[in-house]
């Protein structure tokens, strides 16, 4: 099994940053892709970013040139840089760990953290 902790979830003003966290414990040797996933009240989840281990990077179009993700190896750690935060961010932010290539799908992913809020005050 792999457990997923998420955290750097909070209140920010629009225009301001976040860096979310979320560590990976027990049988990581079976992780080879990572993601981030949000759900908004009344809303689906959707896909926000996601990396393989082999390379691959995909942002969702609402994010791109606003969010990072990056992994630290050495801490079974990966980050989700978000800049220019905009109201329409806010939502449960989860953190998804799979081995698929198809890092851009939330069935791609079997293990799943408790989510992080994000709150985007105007």
């Known amino acids: 099994q792999v457990q997923l902790v998420e955290s750097g979830g909070g209140l920010v003003q629009e225009g301001g940053s976040l860096r979310l966290s979320c560590v990976a414990s027990?049988?990581?040797?079976?992780?080879?892709?990572m993601g981030w996933f949000r759900q908004a009240p009344g809303k689906e989840r959707e896909f926000v970013a996601g990396?393989?281990?082999?390379?691959?990077?995909k942002y969702a179009d609402s994010v791109k040139g606003r969010f990072t993700i990056s992994r630290d190896n050495a801490k079974n750690t990966v980050y989700l840089q978000m800049n220019s935060l905009k109201p329409e961010d806010t939502a449960v932010y989860y953190c998804a760990a799979g081995a698929s290539i198809n890092i851009a799908t939330s069935a791609a992913y079997d293990y799943w953290g408790q989510g992080t809020q994000v709150t985007v005050s105007s």
């Open positions: 027990g049988r990581t040797i079976r992780i080879y892709a």
């Open positions: 990396m393989h281990w082999s390379g691959s990077l």
